[in-house]
């Protein structure tokens, strides 16, 4: 593309683009959205904020260029994604497929594909609402092939994608080669499937829906749908796909009901900086995070925390020094290599790779699913952290598993109940609330939906203890109520700085 084909946006001045894409810039609203994309050989294509973006604040929003169910999927409506019981169902009139009902049955989701099954007399078997059914494994890719097609102009019908998907990665090359077997099992599952049973072999050929495929697994996102009574949904969104991932992410994703995706901001981010999103939990150590992402999207993190060997002061990785009188923190020597040895930050004494790996394996096993009665649980675990405490730092992701599961046992189990803990198990509960909190705080930015969890039990305990103390004598009456006013305070603020990160239909400029 040339300078000639490019315009400069008339609202800010800052952005050139082709008319196609100024879609993707400015916001149902009127005003411009604060990013745009960079390209280079080693990052591909990235996001940077093209001005300074305040906490809170809606980087994009866009709806999807599809959305469908994951390749693996048991029955569940393919309008609204509701789980369908195997008792009494209603089922679609044309395929078969089980749906919600009449209305869903004609939804615009169902509809093109409910029409090709038509054509060639496909009727779906559903079974039990409890198995995985093969049947729902090509529906998303077919979904993408229509939408690929009005992209390609092979389609007289509109697109809203500004023509994104046919530049994304599907590292069909890898997956061919390191995922030999599911790339078998595809070949079953989607490739016949549309080629014979949707008799679809002259309008796709098999390279042309390996692609849709691997768009789909590379790019890909999990709708935010209800935790009970749906199945599980992907939606695909372009200028979403194009921010790179890093460990320690500046922004959080929402998508909405009507499954538009926002992204908004986490943290000030500064023109030029780049703009991060996150393809896994944080509380994983940078050992698995990085093998896990190489595995499923063929890359070698390089962010900030995958390159510091303290995790950037968290220690979710680190071991301690079994040499005498030591005890120091024991660190990757190369992060970035999976191979590399570690290394005492105190004594300088090294450990080989295997042996470290023995160490957490065997720390792993201890923490396994405990075989002691439900009264018994808190004791168990309170065991393992004092076995393990010689062999893991305090932060170790295995150690603030357990910390994690302690802080939530303690107080809201019967054999212990708030009112009926003794002090020092009070102050115990409390302490690992603030160890999670504080080990995850230097790996996630903002405030989190388990910082808020956290600090509510925090919250709740302090309430008991100030009136036990009042109630001792211990404090008066004035003390005591600045103390809940305090402690609620605390609370509020906290919910305050979430709810400015929270998904408003309003503030993102929607009707």
């Not at 923190?329 to 042996?355: F, H, K």
Request: hydrophobic share 30%; aromatic share 8%; proline share 3%.
């Amino acid at each position: 593309m040339t300078s000639k084909d490019t315009e400069r946006c008339d609202k800010c001045e800052k952005i050139f683009s082709c008319k196609n894409h100024f879609k993707t810039h400015v916001r149902s609203i009127g005003s411009c959205y604060s990013y745009k994309v960079k390209y280079d050989l080693q990052k591909g294509r990235y996001l940077v904020a093209s001005r300074t973006i305040t906490p809170g604040e809606v980087i994009s929003r866009e709806s999807a260029t599809v959305v469908g169910p994951c390749t693996r999927s048991k029955p569940q409506c393919l309008q609204c994604f509701k789980h369908i019981s195997s008792g009494k169902r209603f089922e679609c009139l044309g395929c078969g497929f089980p749906m919600c009902d009449k209305e869903c049955m004609e939804g615009d989701l169902h509809r093109e594909e409910c029409l090709v099954f038509r054509k060639t007399g496909f009727q779906a078997e559903v079974g039990g609402s409890d198995v995985w059914d093969r049947q729902y494994s090509a529906i998303t890719v077919l979904r993408l092939l229509r939408c690929m097609n009005q992209e390609d102009g092979k389609s007289d019908e509109p697109t809203d994608s500004a023509g994104l998907t046919s530049s994304m990665e599907d590292h069909d090359e890898d997956r061919r080669v390191k995922e030999a077997e599911t790339w078998q099992f595809q070949k079953k599952l989607i490739v016949d499937f549309i080629q014979q049973e949707c008799a679809m072999g002259s309008c796709y050929s098999e390279d042309q829906i390996r692609r849709a495929t691997g768009v789909l697994m590379t790019n890909a996102t999990s709708l935010q749908l209800p935790a009970y009574g749906y199945g599980v949904g992907i939606g695909l969104y372009p200028v979403y796909a194009m921010g790179n991932h890093s460990c320690i992410s500046n922004t959080k994703t929402f998508i909405t009901p009507d499954h538009h995706l926002e992204m908004r901001a986490l943290t000030r981010i500064e023109a030029g900086q780049e703009i991060t999103n996150q393809y896994m939990a944080a509380d994983k150590p940078t050992f698995i995070r990085r093998a896990y992402l190489r595995e499923n999207w063929f890359f070698d993190c390089q962010c900030a925390r995958c390159s510091d060997p303290t995790e950037c002061g968290s220690h979710l990785s680190t071991i301690l020094c079994s040499g005498a009188k030591c005890g120091g923190a024991v660190v990757p020597a190369n992060p970035l290599d999976q191979q590399t040895s570690w290394i005492c930050m105190e004594c300088e004494t090294t450990l080989c790779r295997e042996r470290v790996e023995s160490i957490l394996e065997c720390a792993d096993e201890l923490l396994g699913i405990p075989k002691v009665e439900t009264h018994d649980v808190v004791e168990h675990f309170e065991k393992v952290i004092h076995q393990l405490s010689p062999l893991l730092h305090p932060n170790n992701h295995l150690m603030i598993n357990v910390k994690q599961k302690l802080a939530l046992l303690y107080g809201n189990i019967p054999q212990y109940t708030l009112a009926g803990m003794s002090r020092p198990a009070k102050q115990r509960k409390m302490q690992c609330c603030q160890d999670v909190m504080d080990c995850m705080s230097k790996v996630e930015l903002g405030v989190t939906t388990l910082q808020v969890k956290l600090m509510n039990e925090v919250v709740k305990t302090k309430d008991v203890i100030a009136k036990e103390d009042f109630q001792a004598g211990l404090i008066d009456k004035k003390c005591f109520q600045s103390v809940l006013l305090r402690n609620k305070l605390q609370l509020l603020q906290l919910a305050f700085q979430q709810s400015k990160l929270a998904y408003k239909s309003k503030s993102s400029g929607t009707s």
